[in-house]
């Protein structure tokens, strides 16, 4: 490959300044002239029937110029299932769901006017798990599941409250378990997170009376979507609305679909014009926006006593929450890939979403994927265990390699898993001796890895322009959100690179639909590898006008040329170089713009089907990882130190290594805390009993271990300089780690997350009644748990 | 998050002056040290002052001094920080400052005082059992004139002080202290900062010899009992006995067995009850290591083992 003079350097984020001093706007710091503000009504009840809503009280409060409930706002909308009222139609599902809200003069007027609606409701039986909302017998949570409009990825389940059934059938798993030595089942459990970004979510809508149009601003990940699901929603053509995208500060997959946008447009709508902003706080994003799937994994698995794979049987219920929001496909995407990034003849997998009366499930950094890696890593371990195998050789046994046919029917490349396996597991020692040779009485130490291949939604389209002025300033009109992940950096870096100017000619301009080129959106780790490859084409393209007048300016041919620091000269020729502006004045006068356009489509790529779970191209490309823990465990207390994390990720090319390092920081934080102390308590009211930061414990910096980054770079044929992605992987692997380090360190499995002291203290009191079973290779089944 | 209603605040600048201001306005009044309880009872748990008298202005309020007679004096306006970092108190009672450097994070310990960590009276305020086993004394200004109490029998539930409307507390008062006292703060939460006692431990004690015989010893524990509370069955497991793992084992099982911890979101009550055992034991198992002066952070953490 040619020398690269901006791709695979660390330059400093070009947002870094605006942000560190406060300078950039975030979508909570936006302050529209003349604009109203909206407060919510919540639900208190889990499952209601809404027998009477009276909003008249709070009509006549002074200050108050809008009041609306389900009946003003009759539309629905959703991703893949068009089942969620902009604010509850008759009946509520969950507590904390919106029933109706205020538009006023100030905060304080909308929140009195809010306390005086009055509504009365008729509880039905509401669910609070999965499992038991998918019982043969329970009441329909959507009793109109029939007939709300749907995509054609949605399978209707067996069972009652089942939205989405993903099923994968390859070779088949009965005969696979016959032809077994060691039969292992297991159940694995992880509850419901929220997302904590440090940006709660909030919106600003305005409707024109005159001309219908339909503004708003919201720091959403994926305005293109939006806009369509909004246009669809309303029945409005696209051009009729428009969405504007301040800075969002971080959401990791909180901030696509639609969340607080549809109060403050059905507000909007009634306010002859001003625009309303609507505000969660803290509590009311935990509750009333999105969480990440609790999921309960069954995983049963036949293997050779040489410990080659020979089936693997995995039963998931994702807990969709009241409404399907993205729930279908985190099904089907988390799903998939559920049986882990091995070669395995028989495979079935059946993925159930199923409504539950709890708030709604999303997208989370991962989707689904750090769900089933907790269940699959660990069993991974528990398998190689019975064997009497070394965890390490079993899954190089058994792991993908280039050029494997993969159960979903898709022949692989570029897999740089193994070299993640080899390099994590020996930068944490593994087989070796723990570091802490002589650690205090009562202090267990114990090493643990787990790996996780992590696809990419496919096909999906990003497009881009290039502009370059006749100040020979770059401007990148992309619709890839700054989410905080750093894409105005990296998409900069492509277009310095292609143009060979310096960095600091660059800028990207803020979104804005009615202006930039339609993106898919800003999620599964698809911007640096599809938007990097439009941004790419569209500078290229730009060059060559540059190139094209620079060639008939020097009177030679293009070829010729070369082009350095915003100039272009003649290879080999004393004639001073000219700069790109100097080109375009002299060629198009001073006001003078050359643009260049770029798209990106994996064209060959297919979503797996969900009725078969297969695809010859389910994944534009795939996230390979490994990360390693070294654990501390306190026998007397439970509580678990981390003492090293070693994280290895191939991400194809580092076109910003330091990027590349904050990313899996940020996303290591993120994975220890999911897996020791994240968990949404939900009480039998379904109320969620710890919605601050007071009682919902993210990691703080002191309790961050020693952590240690491994970029692997094994190059995709496709993505730009061979990039992958990596906004994702960082936290997929992270809990199993751990939780193979905790049962190294102590001789005993914990399935169920996260590992607070308190369940660790437990499940140390609990084998220390009951030793484990001894390892044995004859056939086991442990834990039968039904097998439906 | 609530927008407060508006309220007014006063600034008065002598005790004497606060006291009237609320006699004077009556019922719906409260004093602001810090404010890192009361704001928060205002915005997030639906307090609504009528008004607020702001205690920070009052000079004789702050600051911490030594007696002639070896007794301490902290104001009631000394901050977590001031504690924290105090060079009297971490020469004569580490644990003192470190229960005081526990408290929530630098930014907090910078604005959130001794005297309202007291006040507030919460199970969980991670200087009282330090103080309670330093047998401290709280000085009140009240209607009938100065009062002071044992800092035992200060609290009378959850929130609740011996208090009246308009009372003030003024000053901490440390006793006197043997040289060779011994201490340890073991404050026991899943996160390293941030965060609330799951269960507090306090020990001071006094051993004679080389054999480590316990001729003295308070315990106390915090977010385990509606108020913070000696454990005078655990104590009294020690006293006269050599202090060794079985002994401390022994003590914690006491002190276990005389806490009444609840179950919620945090931790169920059987837990709570269980760390009271292993953390009283590791509180006086370390109080006997003696470990002067002020821990540095890494070390602190080490030490929770
Ligand atoms: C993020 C955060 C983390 C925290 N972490 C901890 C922690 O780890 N451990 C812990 O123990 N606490 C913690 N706290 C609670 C709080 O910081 C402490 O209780 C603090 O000491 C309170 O002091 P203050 O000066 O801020 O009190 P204020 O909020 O000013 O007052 C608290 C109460 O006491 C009354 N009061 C105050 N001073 C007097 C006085 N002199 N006379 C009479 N009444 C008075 C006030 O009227 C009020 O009712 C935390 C708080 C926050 C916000």
Known sequence: MEKLSFVGKSITRVDAEEKVTGSAIYGYDLVLPDMLYGKVLFSTRPHAIIKRIDTEKARRLPGVHAVVTGKDAPWTHGETIKDMPFLAQGKVRFVGEPVAAVAAVDEDTAQAAVALIEVEYEDCPAYFSPEEACNPGAVLIHEDYDSYRKSDIIVPGPLPNILEHFKLRTGN????????????????????????????????????????????????????????????????????????????????????????????????????????????????????????????????????????????????????GAYAEKSPTVCIKGSHPSPGPYRIPHVQVDGYAVYTNKPLAGAF?????????????????????????????????????????????????????????????????????????????????????????????????????????????????????????????????????????????????????????????????????????????????????????????????????????????????????????????????????????????????????????????????????????????????????????????????????????????????????????????????GRVKNPSFLDYHLVTSLDLPKMETIIVECPDPNGPYGAKGLGEPGLAPTPAAIGNAVANALGTRIYELPLSPERVYWAIQTSKKNPSPSVSAEPVVSNPTSFR | MKRPEPFEIFQPASIQ????????????????????????????????????????????????????????????????????????????????????????????????????NIANATPSADVVPALLVLEAQVTTSTQNGEKQVPLESFFLGPGKTVMERGDILTEIIIPPASANLRGEYIKFSPREMMDLAYVGVAVALLTDGDENVCREVRIALGAV?????????????????????????????????????????????????????????????????????????????ERRY
């Open chain 1, 173 to 320: 798993v009965e005969a696979g378990f016959r032809e077994s030595d060691l039969v292992l089942e297991q159940r694995y459990v992880v509850p419901a997170i929220g997302h904590a970004a440090l940006e709660p979510h909030s919106a600003h809508a305005q409707v024109d009376p005159e001309s219908g149009k339909v503004t708003v601003w919201v720091a959403n990940d994926a305005p293109f979507r939006v806009l369509h699901e909004t246009a669809e929603a309303l029945g409005l053509p696209k051009e009729k609305i428009r969405f504007i995208n301040p800075y969002q500060g971080g959401g990791f997959g909180s901030k696509g679909a639609m969340k607080v946008e549809t109060i403050a447009i059905a507000l909007a709508y009634q306010t002859n014009g001003r625009p309303v902003r609507v505000k969660f706080n803290r509590a009311e994003t935990f509750v009333s926006t999105i969480t990440r799937h609790e999921a309960i994994v069954y995983i049963k698995s036949g293997v050779k006593r040489d410990g080659t794979l020979v089936a693997r049987q995995v039963r998931i219920y994702w807990g969709a």
């Open chain 1, 365 to 685: 950094r991962g989707y689904g994927v750090p769900q089933t890696a907790w269940a699959c890593e660990q069993h991974m371990d528990e398998l190689a265990q019975r064997l009497g195998m070394d965890a390490l050789d079993f899954r190089l046994k058994n792991v993908f390699v280039d050029g494997d046919l993969s159960y979903w029917g898709e022949r692989l490349q570029s897999v740089g898993l193994k070299e993640t396996l080899l390099k994590a597991t020996e930068a944490i020692g593994w087989g070796k001796k723990t570091g802490q040779s002589n650690p205090p009485k009562g202090i267990r130490i114990g090493k643990g890895f787990a790996c996780i291949a992590k696809p990419t939604r496919t096909p999906t389209t990003s497009t881009a322009a290039v502009k370059i002025d006749s100040r020979g300033d770059v401007m990148i009109l992309a619709g890839t959100v700054e989410i905080g992940q750093g894409c105005t950096t990296i998409l900069s870096q492509i277009a310095a690179e292609e143009l060979q100017v310096p960095i600091d000619k660059v800028r990207m301009h803020s979104l804005d639909t009615d202006l930039i080129p339609f993106d898919a959106s800003t999620t599964s780790s698809r911007s640096t590898y599809h938007m990097g490859n439009a941004v790419k084409r569209a500078a290229v393209k730009a060059r060559d006008q540059i190139t094209e007048m620079a060639a008939s300016l020097f009177d030679t041919s293009k070829e010729n040329l070369e082009l350095s620091n915003g100039k272009v000269r003649v290879k080999d020729r004393r004639e001073p170089a000219l700069s790109f502006g100097e080109v375009i004045c002299q060629k198009l006068g001073s006001d003078g713009v050359v643009a260049g356009d770029g798209a990106y489509t994996f064209e060959m790529g297919k979503d797996v089907d969900p009725q078969t779970g297969h695809s010859e191209h389910a994944s534009a490309f795939y996230m390979y990882a490994t990360q390693a823990a070294e654990v501390a465990v306190d026998e007397e207390t439970g509580r678990v130190r981390l003492i090293r994390m070693v994280a290895a990720h191939d991400v194809g090319k580092a076109i910003n290594p330091l990027n590349c390092v904050a990313q899996i920081e940020g996303g290591l934080a993120m994975g220890i805390g999911a897996a020791l102390h994240e968990e949404l308590v939900i009480d039998d009211h």
């Open chain 2, 17 to 116: 002056e606060a006291r009237e201001l609320h006699i004077h306005h009556g019922p719906g009044g409260y004093f602001l040290a810090g404010g890192t309880d009361l704001a928060i009872a205002i915005k997030e748990k639906g307090l609504v002052p009528r008004y607020v008298v702001d205690l920070k202005r009052i000079g004789s309020l702050s600051g911490i001094r030594e007696n002639a007679d070896g007794s301490l004096v902290l104001g009631a306006l000394a901050t977590m920080r001031e504690v924290e970092i105090s060079r009297v108190i971490s020469r004569r009672f580490p644990f003192l400052s470190q229960s005081a450097g526990e408290v929530g994070s630098i930014q907090i310990r910078n604005r959130a005082t001794i005297g309202g």
């Open chain 2, 225 to 301: 009992s509606p108020v913070p509370m000696r454990a005078r069955k655990a104590e009294a497991v020690l006293v006269n006995r050599v202090i060794n793992e079985e002994s401390a084992e022994r003590a914690g099982e006491a002190a276990a067995s005389e806490c009444t911890p609840i179950s919620d979101v945090r931790a169920s009550a059987a837990y709570r009850r269980h760390m009271v055992r292993v953390n009283t034991k590791r509180a006086i198992l370390n109080a006997v290591c003696g470990r002067p002066g002020n821990l540095p952070w890494v070390a602190r953490r």
